[in-house]
Nanobody, 130 residues
């Protein structure tokens, strides 16, 4: 069974950093992509970053590009989201998800949308105070 679980959320001040972790199990880690999504109150569900473990390609939404960094540790079946220069508008529940991309998936549109992902974590709250 494909399973992922997030951890690492918390309360920080604007400008500070936080690292989220996504633990994966039950599938061939190197054949999957792991994505990070977030849901803020009153805002649309947003795909913010993803990594394709098949080739190491990474993807970022414009809202986090240059501030967030996604990385993958295949030996531990872990994916991390390093979040720097956090802003109050980053406040949200953050989810990681696992999905198996087709070979022809190269564009961010595939990796930052919910459709590809088959397993979701429960979410972790990130709150950024001003």
């Amino acid at each position: 069974e494909v399973h992922v679980a997030e951890s690492g959320g918390g309360l920080v001040q604007a400008g500070e950093s936080l690292r989220l972790s996504c633990a994966a199990s039950g599938f061939s880690f190197d054949d999957y992509a792991i994505g990070w999504f977030r849901q803020a109150p009153g805002k649309e569900f947003e795909g913010i970053s993803s990594i394709n473990n098949r080739n190491g390609n990474t993807y970022y939404a414009n809202s986090v590009k240059g501030r967030f960094t996604i990385s993958s540790d295949g030996a531990k079946n872990m994916v991390y989201l390093q979040m720097d220069s956090l802003k109050p508008e980053d406040t949200a529940v953050y989810f990681c998800a696992a999905g198996r991309p087709f070979e022809y998936y190269t564009d961010a549109i595939y990796f930052l949308k919910k459709l590809m992902y088959e397993s979701w974590g429960q979410g972790t709250q990130v709150t950024v105070s001003s």
